[in-house]
């Protein structure tokens, strides 16, 4: 049985600890629960006024980083398997593909009101 832990309890990392830098977050993979890989986080997107963690940035497909799609993934619809040491994700990868994403070189406003609501509302999950 994996030892899946809410990622809203861990502040700020993984794998038991409650704080830990966000690099230490980069690369790490995300799984589905079914164990389908759907890719590693990139980035740690964080509120300047509150301080919390918004976003990962999901890295999918490509290779060396030619390619790839990245998605913003609300922290909250994130969940750490410490057993496992990665994070896991309910979704599937066609889902995940269909999710609105960006690349490398032309990131979404992350500040705007209506993106944000569309990605939680594309994700399930609530500001």
Same mark, same amino acid.
């Given at each position: 049985?994996? #030892? &899946? ?18 690099? &230490?977050?980069?690369? #790490? *993979?995300?799984?589905? /629960?079914?164990? *389908?890989? !759907?890719?590693?986080? +990139? ?8 301080? +919390? ?6 890295? @999918?497909?490509? @290779? !060396?980083?030619?390619?790839? +799609?990245? @998605?913003?993934? /609300? =922290?909250?619809?994130? %969940? ?9 994700? #309910?979704? #599937?990868?066609?889902?995940? +593909?269909?999710?609105?994403?960006? $690349?490398? $070189?032309? =990131? /979404?406003?992350? %500040? $705007? /009101? ?6 939680? %509302?594309?994700?399930? &999950? &609530?500001?």
């Amino acid at each position: 049985m994996n #030892d &899946t832990i809410n990622s809203n309890v861990i502040v700020a990392g993984h794998l038991g600890s409650r704080v830990l830098s966000a690099s &230490t977050l980069n690369g #790490d *993979d995300v799984y589905n /629960p079914k164990g *389908d890989k !759907l890719g590693s986080i +990139k980035e740690i997107m964080l509120d300047i006024e509150t301080g +919390k963690v918004c976003y990962a940035v999901l890295s @999918f497909g490509g @290779f !060396l980083s030619l390619g790839e +799609k990245l @998605f913003a993934v /609300p =922290w909250s619809a994130l %969940a750490i398997d410490s057993e496992n040491k990665r994070f896991v994700m #309910d979704t #599937d990868e066609e889902r995940l +593909k269909n999710a609105p994403g960006f $690349d490398t $070189d032309n =990131w /979404p406003n992350m %500040a $705007d /009101p209506s993106w944000e609501k569309s990605v939680n %509302a594309y994700f399930g &999950t &609530t500001v």
